[in-house]
């Protein structure tokens, strides 16, 4: 039987809300959206560039105590604030039992977190956190050797993490070793909330997905995803799936 969640669901304060009509109350999956259930261990979200996944997610992980430039819950980095207010107007639902341990991705800002380690292991005290990240700056190591050596070596057990496209760092190979070490971490009583455009991501097996989209947020299985039926349509008949999609008008 798997553990209770750590986070049930998410709601948006629709009553408090100043206006539906500017960012980032006015992205479709954001007017509609009352409550998000998230009581799964893994909740994938998928749509379109500009469909509001990033919005939402890190709107989610500030509300659930994550500081908005990623990184986990004790790193300070501050750099200028780039995340809307709109956590200012949803609420977290907890399970009955806490995390103890977890993880912002915010794609963008992994550097200014690999910094801060840097910062945080010049100066005295304290065993150095890089020991946990593999041993190796992560200014040294590759952009995916760093994203894997921090989901190897720094996520834990009873976790919480929120990621936002960790594909875009990672190559087939790593997207499958993402996926087999969640699956380990599930196990180990962690949830993961994940916006990606892999579709070997979204094959996660169990996993929820949410499509976001102008219709709003639909909850959708896996083969029923563009990533999906596009991924399939192309390897399937490539020189076919070519010809039309590169066909004069
Ligand atoms: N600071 C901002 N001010 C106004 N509009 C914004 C702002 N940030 C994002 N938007 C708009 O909000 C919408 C949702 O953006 P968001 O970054 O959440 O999309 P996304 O689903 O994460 O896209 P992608 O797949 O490209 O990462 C987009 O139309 C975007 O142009
Ligand atoms: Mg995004």
Do not use: W
Request: one cysteine or more; proline letters at 5%.
């Amino acid at each position: 039987m798997a553990d209770e969640p750590l986070i049930r669901a998410v709601r948006l304060r629709r009553e408090d809300v100043p206006d539906f009509g500017r960012y980032p109350f006015s992205s479709p999956a954001i007017r509609g959206l009352s409550k998000l259930d998230l009581s799964a261990p893994v909740t994938l979200l998928a749509g379109e560039n500009g469909s509001g996944k990033s919005t939402l997610i890190e709107a989610l992980a500030v509300a659930a105590g994550f500081n908005a430039e990623g990184g986990s819950k004790n790193m300070t980095v501050v750099t200028r604030p780039s995340h809307s207010e709109l956590h200012e107007y949803i609420r977290v639902e907890r399970g009955s039992r806490r995390e103890r341990t977890g993880y912002f991705l915010r794609a963008e800002s992994f550097f200014n977190v690999a910094t801060h380690i840097e910062e945080l292991d010049a100066a005295p005290g304290g065993p150095p956190i890089i020991d946990s990240y593999g041993g190796v700056s992560l200014h040294e190591q590759s952009h995916g050797e760093s994203f894997l050596s921090l989901v190897l070596n720094r996520f834990g057990a009873d976790g919480l993490y929120v990621l936002d496209e960790p594909e875009a760092a990672l190559s087939l190979r790593g997207c499958l070793a993402l996926i087999r070490r969640m699956h380990e971490l599930v196990a180990d009583g962690s949830q993961f909330v994940v916006a990606t455009h892999s579709p070997i991501i979204l094959g996660y097996p169990d996993a929820r997905i949410y499509v976001l989209s102008e219709d709003g947020i639909a909850e959708t299985p896996y083969e029923e995803t563009e990533q999906y039926e596009l991924t399939r349509s192309f390897l399937d008949d490539r020189n076919r799936f070519l010809h039309y999609l590169l066909a004069d008008e």
